[in-house]
T-cell receptor, first 113, second 116 residues
Framework: DAGVIQSPRHEVTEMGQEVTLRCKPI?????LFWYRQTMMRGLELLIYFNNNVPIDDSGMPEDRFSAKMPNASFSTLKIQPSEPRDSAVYFC???????????FGPGTRLLVL | DQQVKQNSPSLSVQEGRISILNCDYTNSMFDYFLWYKKYPAEGPTFLIS?????DKNEDGRFTVFLNKSAKHLSLHIVPSQPGDSAVYFCAASAYASGAGSYQLTFGKGTKLSVIP
């Protein structure tokens, strides 16, 4: 299996622009997670899905952030409009059952100027 | 309020010696604990885990110890190797009744440098 796939790997954009991050989970995994990593806050859970349904989005920082999972093999995290404080590494992760190991993608490094 | 704390941002150890990474938690509902390792430009990868019913779990050079009364766990790497140089994240799992599922809470990580 190719593992969790994220694109793009790097994104540089200007403040106010829309940013879309993409994730393809491991096939057969029912759970998908979006995390954000910063120096100050470490790894934060933003939102997660179970069987394509958003379960907990309490970690989403603001209404500027939205996430979708239209099918079992694809999810997006959108920031609109982006701000410099959104600069971080965004990870997608997936797992199969409730207590199994989460597998992370390589991350998208976002820089908002 | 951080529920999982890794108080040492960095640690340097000589090759061949023992590396000890520490983690403290505050939520008594956590019942499963994991360590992830992260290399630069890669996602975290699972390393080792321990259930709250145990106090020790060993996998090769890696051993995790859990002290529930102190709400403390540690990762021991013996002997340390230069390839172990990475950021290590401690994570704890609890059932979130509101969400109806288990969630992981991560610490901020400890950067381990193993010096040849």
């Amino acid at each position: 299996d190719a593992g969790v796939i994220q694109s793009p790997r790097h994104e540089v954009t200007e403040m106010g622009q829309e940013v879309t991050l993409r994730c393809k989970p491991i096939s057969g995994h029912d759970y998908l997670f979006w995390y954000r990593q910063t120096m100050m806050r470490g790894l934060e859970l933003l939102i997660y899905f179970n069987n394509n349904v958003p379960i907990d989005d309490s970690g989403m920082p603001e209404d500027r952030f939205s996430a979708k999972m239209p099918n079992a093999s694809f999810s997006t995290l959108k920031i609109q409009p982006s701000e410099p404080r959104d600069s971080a590494v965004y990870f997608c992760a997936s797992r199969r059952e409730a207590r199994e190991t989460q597998y992370f993608g390589p991350g998208t490094r976002l820089l908002v100027l | 309020d951080q529920q999982v704390k890794q108080n040492s941002p960095s640690l340097s150890v000589q090759e061949g010696r023992i590396s000890i990474l520490n983690c403290d938690y505050t939520n008594s509902m956590f019942d499963y604990f994991l360590w992830y390792k992260k290399y630069p430009a890669e996602g975290p990868t699972f390393l080792i885990s321990i259930s709250s019913i145990k106090d020790k779990n060993e996998d090769g050079r890696f051993t995790v110890f859990l002290n529930k009364s102190a709400k403390h766990l540690s990762l021991h790497i013996v002997p340390s190797q230069p390839g172990d140089s990475a950021v290590y994240f401690c994570a704890a799992s609890a059932y979130a009744s509101g969400a109806g599922s288990y969630q992981l809470t991560f610490g901020k990580g400890t950067k381990l440098s193993v010096i040849p």
